[in-house]
């Protein structure tokens, strides 16, 4: 029987900006501005996104912007679609380099946030796979 491992929080509230992904002029913030800070999560968003639409094969790009969309989910400052949109870049960044075990704790994290059931019961194999 495989042991139960632990989530951890993956959206740390400490502004940071992180260097430029190779070959890209914006900066994506590595980690998400405070979420009282709006403006700035707006603006950070504004810039993963813009490189999500850039580059198709860019898996660490959208794994941020999927942080920075779950972090405006968990503020609660938005309905659904930030927890959505969020998914899908998980998924996207999953399926792009599926051995990143980051990406799948993303995954895991934004899915432990729903409330069916049948959901919350993938959480724990999306955790397998990021240990994996």
Do not use: N
Request: aromatic share 4%.
């Amino acid at each position: 029987m495989p042991k139960p491992v632990a989530l951890l929080l993956l959206l740390p509230t400490i502004p940071t900006l992180a260097p430029p992904l190779a070959g890209q002029a914006a900066p994506c913030p590595a980690r998400p501005p405070a979420v009282q800070d709006s403006s700035a999560l707006v603006s950070a968003i504004a810039a993963c996104e813009a490189l999500v639409v850039g580059d198709t094969t860019d898996a660490e790009s959208r794994y941020r912007a999927g942080r920075l969309h779950l972090a405006r989910y968990l503020a609660a400052t938005t309905g659904t679609a930030d927890r959505e949109r969020a998914a899908v870049l998980f998924g996207e960044a999953t399926q792009l380099q599926p051995d990143s075990g980051r990406y799948w704790l993303g995954l895991a994290e934004v899915t432990r946030t729903y409330g069916d059931i049948l959901r919350r019961l993938q959480v724990s194999g999306l955790v397998d796979r990021a240990v994996a």
